[in-house]
């Protein structure tokens, strides 16, 4: 079994810099990619920012140059750090992780997910 627990959402100014964390815990072998996306109201599902195993990160181009997406594999965390964050911003943000287990095989896991409100 594998469980995911989301971090760091919440109620911010535009301008600001929340950080977002992702944590998995159970029956872990190896995390390949991770990824962070964020779905607001009335609007599909979308990617912001994924990195692989080997480091590699993208970014959706709405979000590039102010977040930054990184990984911790001793702690089975990803992290989003958000800059300069503005109103388009405001979403509730999953993280998604491409697990190996080493009970259940390889699958994909879902955040419960974490609601970001931008506003003054």
């Known amino acids: 079994q594998v469980h995911l627990v989301e971090s760091g959402g919440g109620l911010v100014q535009p301008g600001g810099s929340p950080r977002l964390s992702c944590a998995a815990s159970g029956s872990i072998f190896s995390i390949y990619t991770m990824g962070w996306y964020r779905q607001a109201p009335g609007k599909q599902r979308e990617l912001v920012a994924s990195i692989t195993y080997g480091g590699t990160a993208n970014y959706a181009d709405s979000v590039k140059g102010r977040f930054t997406i990184s990984r911790d594999d001793a702690k089975n965390t990803v992290y989003l750090q958000m800059n300069s964050l503005k109103p388009e911003d405001a979403a509730v943000y999953y993280c998604?992780?491409?697990?190996?287990?080493?009970?259940?095989?390889?699958?994909?896991?879902w955040g419960q997910g974490t609601q970001v409100t931008v506003s003054s």
């Open positions: 998604n992780l491409d697990i190996a287990t080493w009970s259940s095989g390889r699958g994909d896991y």
